[in-house]
């Protein structure tokens, strides 16, 4: 079975005439509304992402998790990502674990890198052991998750000694996914961990993350789990309105905007409208358009990944709220029902 979300990472709005981004509170308070809806109208998952920048407005997707857990009923509550790097894994659980309560066990947690840096200066960690931070930290989470009781020792926190967890979540574990990247390294670690997969499709065209996701699922049964367990998903940047081409062209300034934003960093080139349609043809990175055209790309991408989990990363940018609205209600309204009945033939 299929299951439909949306992810976000509480993008703020810039102030062309400033270039200062506008306030997280009322974001965050636009949020809640959100996921409120998204809950109403079925989606099975929604989740937030750790960022440490002026122009996101979540630092902590535990806290914010916190605050729609209890105005939510149905839908499951994630991360997307808390980086696991930078993060003390046992505070982490126990935070997740409460939210978990709060929620009455609807609760996940998805570790990964995260998409920029900041975080290690703020909490105080030297990037040249980027990668054994997180495999150390990856691994003491998923040791946390087995048992209430844990004795662990390793390099970049202290040690554990008998010593026991509080509070234990519901059901006496939370589901952890780990996102990654584009490497086999990556899918091979999570494979031997036992942990589904997120994977971040945010260029080129969906085929040709083929042979990574056959990768994973040679990686999953090689490692001796069980194929009933099998769980992957993807990503997309995603909008949807009631006018195919009405919704792409609105979208595109601010799309481009914050790509341009980004790209300042990273040395990228100025993101071309060129680009921007040709993410929207039938393989492309961008599910941006009206229900119909929406529902094809995503279809294609779960028969053409074997997905069990799409997720459309909706804010980049930032779309106003009243956007943001339709764009939740025609995914819950028109969008989710055409994927899962045209699944089910």
Do not use: C
């Not at 299929?2 to 005439?17: S, T, V, W």
């Not at 040709?208 to 090689?222: C, D, G, I, N, S």
């Amino acid at each position: 079975m299929i299951e439909l979300g949306i992810d976000m990472f509480g993008d703020l709005q810039i102030d062309p005439k400033t270039g200062k981004a506008k306030s997280p509170a009322k974001r965050m308070q636009e949020m809640v509304e959100e996921v409120k809806l998204m809950d109403e109208v079925g989606l099975d998952f929604f989740a937030v992402g750790e960022h440490h920048r002026e122009e996101y407005a979540v630092s902590s997707p535990e806290i914010f998790l916190a605050a729609v857990a209890s105005v939510t009923k149905n839908i499951k509550l994630s991360s997307a990502v808390s980086v696991i790097s930078s993060a003390d894994p046992v505070k982490l659980y126990k935070d997740f674990a409460m939210v978990d309560l709060l929620s009455n066990g609807r609760t996940e947690i998805m570790a990964g890198r995260g998409s920029f840096i900041e975080s290690f200066p703020v909490f105080g960690y030297p990037l040249e052991n980027y990668e054994v931070l997180f495999e150390e930290k990856l691994n003491l989470l998923v040791e946390l998750n087995k048992k209430e009781t844990i004795s662990w020792k390793g390099k970049f926190r202290a040690s554990l000694d008998n010593q026991s967890i509080y509070p234990q979540p519901k059901n006496g574990n939370i589901p952890i996914w780990v996102a990654v990247g584009g490497t086999p390294e990556s899918v091979i670690r999570a494979a031997k961990l036992g942990l589904p997969v997120m994977f971040a499709i945010i260029g080129g065209t969906i085929d040709r993350f083929k042979p990574l996701f056959e990768y994973y699922k040679q990686a999953w049964v090689e490692a001796g789990n069980d194929i009933k367990d099998y769980q992957v998903g993807v990503h997309m940047h995603s909008l949807f309105g009631e006018d195919d081409q009405a919704i792409a062209d609105s979208y595109f300034p601010l799309y481009a905007g914050q790509m341009d934003r980004i790209g300042a960093s990273r040395n990228w080139p100025p993101y071309q409208r060129i680009q921007y349609d040709y993410g929207r043809k039938k393989l492309g990175h961008l599910i941006v358009g009206d229900a119909n055209h929406a529902a094809e790309k995503i279809i294609e991408a779960i028969e053409t990944l074997g997905l069990t989990r799409f997720s459309a990363h909706m804010d980049v940018g930032a779309p106003d709220h009243v956007t943001m609205m339709k764009s939740i209600e025609i995914y819950g309204d028109k969008i989710a029902p055409q994927v899962r009945k045209t699944l089910k033939k």
